[in-house]
């Protein structure tokens, strides 16, 4: 069972409406309570990420809005001497793991009534809440920045999203967002600051557990916001205390050099506070919703960040390309890190490809 509550004053989350911000105290809610669902509760009669309703805290009302999301591959490799899986998260409906996100929350913008919301994206998490909006009756203004990727913002425009170009750096998207919440007075359906797609993104780690028979030893994924790595974190912790296990699961982060804030606060590395263009859009955050906790995290001494040279990524993208596995390069971060850590990290090694390579517009080489 999930409990969502504001990170500073406790206020459960609203009854009605849907607030980003706690209306008490002005702080984020957060997925404050998560438990792994009891053969008892676990619905295996439901598809995907839905047979575990009832660990996603919605309320009763609230309808499965399934369309496809979860149960995604993981494939086994031997390589360089180490066990390895990839689990395909771009073998999502969408492209990309958002999905597992965007369907629970699609489930509670219908339970709550709900039929306009605003975002702002680089790509992925706009284009999966435009997917979900069209398909339950939505509507969705997705504020984007202007260097997102075309394939993204095809697919948000495909969906019927009311797709806004907002130059300059991506901040600038969140803040348009944000003056059309206030202005519109519709609710901000924001995939970071909400807190109800992390108890989607925790089935992730559910899902490596049943598929691998057990614990993984090391679990490799992208950072942007950090919801991938907290939810992955809320899982395993959901998994260890349902198991009563003390089995430790290394989380690896991984970050563009050129934008990455929360290596260098771990590492005492300077940062200057802003970002260079990346081919790992997806990651281009230069305040992570997350930060924080990963980094409380971080200090209990078995997870760690690290950041990918520019020119690592294009290479990493090619190489898992010829392994039959063609993602974005912010996927390709996290063989570019294999690559870096193989000799550290405990099996089996779990990378977390997270977005389709149909959505990179590559440039022939």
Same mark, same amino acid.
């Not at 999203?161 to 609710?187: F, M, T």
């Not at 780690?205 to 490799?220: A, D, K, M």
């Given at each position: ?16 409406? +849907?607030?980003?911000?706690? @209306?008490?105290?002005?702080? #984020?809610?957060?997925? %404050?309570?998560?438990?792994? @669902? ?10 995907? /990420? ?28 031997? /390589? ?13 409906? *969408? &492209? ?29 998490? &706009?284009?999966?809440?435009? +997917?979900? *909006? ?14 997102? *990727?075309? @394939? ?31 202005? %519109? ?83 005492? +590395? ?25 980094? %409380? #995290? ?33 996927? %390709? ?11 550290? +990290? ?17 440039? @022939?080489?």
């Amino acid at each position: 069972m999930s409990v969502y509550r504001c990170s500073q004053c406790g206020l459960p989350y609203p009854a009605e409406g +849907l607030p980003h911000q706690c @209306p008490r105290c002005g702080g #984020t809610f957060v997925l %404050a309570e998560f438990s792994f @669902p009891s053969d008892a509760e676990t619905l295996r009669n439901l598809p995907g /990420i839905w047979r575990y309703q009832r660990a996603f805290g919605l309320p009763k009302d609230a309808p499965v809005t399934y369309l496809g999301e979860g149960d995604t591959p993981l494939v086994v490799k031997d /390589i360089q001497g180490k066990l390895l899986a990839f689990k395909l998260e771009y073998l999502n409906p *969408s &492209g990309s793991f958002k999905d597992r996100g965007t369907a629970v929350l699609a489930s509670m913008l219908l339970a709550r009534g709900i039929k306009e919301v605003a975002e702002d994206s680089s790509g992925n998490a &706009g284009a999966s809440l435009a +997917l979900y *909006s069209a398909a339950y009756g939505i509507r969705s203004n997705i504020f984007v920045p202007a260097y997102a *990727s075309g @394939p993204k913002i095809n697919q948000m425009k495909a969906s019927g999203a009311n797709v806004v170009s907002v130059s300059g750096p991506r901040e600038n998207a969140h803040q348009s967002a944000l003056k059309y919440v206030a202005e %519109a007075k519709v609710p901000y359906a924001s995939h970071a600051l909400l807190p109800f797609g992390l108890a989607g993104i925790a089935t992730m780690s559910f899902e490596i557990y049943e598929q691998l028979g057990g614990l993984p030893g090391t679990i490799v994924a992208p950072v942007g916001h950090g919801s991938l790595f907290w939810g992955i974190h809320l899982g395993l912790q959901a998994l260890q205390t349902h198991f009563n296990s003390q089995q430790e699961v290394k989380i690896v982060g991984v970050q563009p050099a050129r934008c990455a804030p929360l290596v260098a606060r771990w590492k005492g +590395l300077p940062f200057e506070g802003s970002a260079q263009p990346t081919l790992a859009e997806g990651t281009q955050i230069l305040a992570p919703v997350h930060g924080e906790k990963i980094l %409380a #995290t971080l200090q209990q001494g078995k997870d760690d960040l690290v950041a990918i040279e520019e020119e690592e990524i294009l290479p990493a993208f090619y190489d898992l390309a010829k392994m039959g596995l063609y993602v974005e390069p912010t996927s %390709a971060l996290v063989w570019a890190a294999f690559q870096q850590l193989a000799s550290e +990290l405990p099996e089996p090694i779990v990378l977390i490809l997270t977005g389709s390579g149909l959505k990179f517009e590559l440039t @022939p080489r």
